[in-house]
């Protein structure tokens, strides 16, 4: 009878403490000073209306590209990920999810925004960067970044675990760079953009350039710039509408003016077919070649033109959120997403 007794209350004691820990852990978070905007970020974050589940197999995730904040320092007029919050999760959770992508078949991580610098001086992203290469052992991390707020002291203490940081770059004419939105203050993008490049050489990071081709844009000849830059991939983008994002009633940004069509594109990239770095990216294989990851670590499903998330992999796992991402594994290779991503691969000469 004691035993029965006994057990019914370990059962009932169980369940309080199930119950208790969920509400435990959203209180807690809610209360550290990173989450500056949503307190109980996994019961308030919002869900998409419909999340249909696919029969196929999950996806792995080789490569990630993990946003963690949303903020920035400047604005892009074209921007389709924009500070609509400003929740970071707590370092030791970030490092939790990472953990369970790399069990789930990373290799490769990439940390970007919003500014993936504005957080703590780059401290945060530093340590993850740090984690993911010393931890985690990824054969790749990388790091996409405007480059205003990066200063040599972060190479000094981070460069050895960062394999490339790719740093945007649209024009290399700063008046082109001011209509974008590319700046902030007096600081000029193209110089600090190859202090930059030196500092990479110093510390052996790779060297990459993101480019978004727009109407201010294309028709620019960057082929001299590029060349004597010499980075190791020139990742060129066609001006992207995301609903919600930089398109719509409740978007941040109106990009319906940078907008070109698939012709002036075309055209842009043939004034640099002898480019030897340039890795062009058409609408089509950017829109769901990608795996992202938001602020709250739920992969986004971009298939309707706008970012629909699924639920925090920190919440169901890997495998059950990223059912819901929409990636498209077959563009992904395609576009050559799988590329010597590793420096130690690379044979650069520093």
């Known amino acids: 009878m004691q035993l029965a007794l006994l057990a019914r209350l370990l059962s009932v004691g169980r369940a309080v403490l199930a119950a208790l820990r969920g509400r435990l852990g959203a209180l807690c978070w809610s209360l550290a000073p990173l989450s500056l905007s949503l307190p109980g970020w996994r019961d308030s974050a919002p869900r998409p209306q419909r999340e249909q589940e696919w029969d196929d197999a999950a996806p792995k995730p080789t490569s990630v590209n993990y946003h963690f904040t949303r903020q920035c320092n400047y604005k892009c007029g074209f921007c389709f990920h924009t500070a609509k919050t400003s929740f970071v999760l707590p370092l030791e959770e970030a490092k939790r999810g990472l953990a369970m992508l790399k069990e789930g078949g990373m290799e490769k991580i990439n940390f970007s925004g919003g500014e993936p610098f504005i957080h703590d001086r780059g401290e945060f992203v530093g340590k993850l960067v740090q984690f993911c290469k010393q931890e985690l052992k990824l054969p790749s991390v990388s790091i996409v970044s ?121 055209r842009f990239l043939d004034r640099h077919k002898d480019v030897s770095c340039l890795v062009p990216e058409s609408n089509q294989k950017m829109r769901d070649s990608y795996l992202i990851l938001d602020e709250y670590m739920r992969f986004l499903n971009c298939t309707k033109g706008r970012k629909e998330p699924s639920k925090s992999i920190l919440d169901v796992g890997v495998e059950a959120a990223i059912k819901f991402s929409g990636f498209d594994e077959k563009m992904f290779l395609k576009r050559g997403g799988k590329y010597v991503w590793s420096k130690a691969d690379m044979k650069l000469d520093w």
């Open 146 to 266: 405007n480059g205003s707020l990066i200063r040599k002291q972060w190479f000094e203490k981070y460069g050895e675990y960062l394999d490339i940081l790719a740093i945007s770059c649209d024009s290399f004419d700063e008046d082109v760079n001011v209509l974008i939105g590319r700046r902030q203050g007096k600081k000029n993008h193209v110089e600090n953009l190859h202090k930059l490049r030196q500092w990479c050489r110093e510390y052996a990071v790779a060297f990459k350039i993101n480019s978004v081709i727009n109407r201010f844009n294309v028709e620019e000849d960057m082929n001299e710039q590029i060349k004597a830059l010499n980075p190791v991939r020139w990742k060129v983008f066609q001006c992207l509408l995301i609903e919600g994002e930089n398109s719509g009633e409740d978007a941040l940004r109106e990009a319906e003016k940078f907008v070109i069509s698939d012709e002036d594109f075309d």
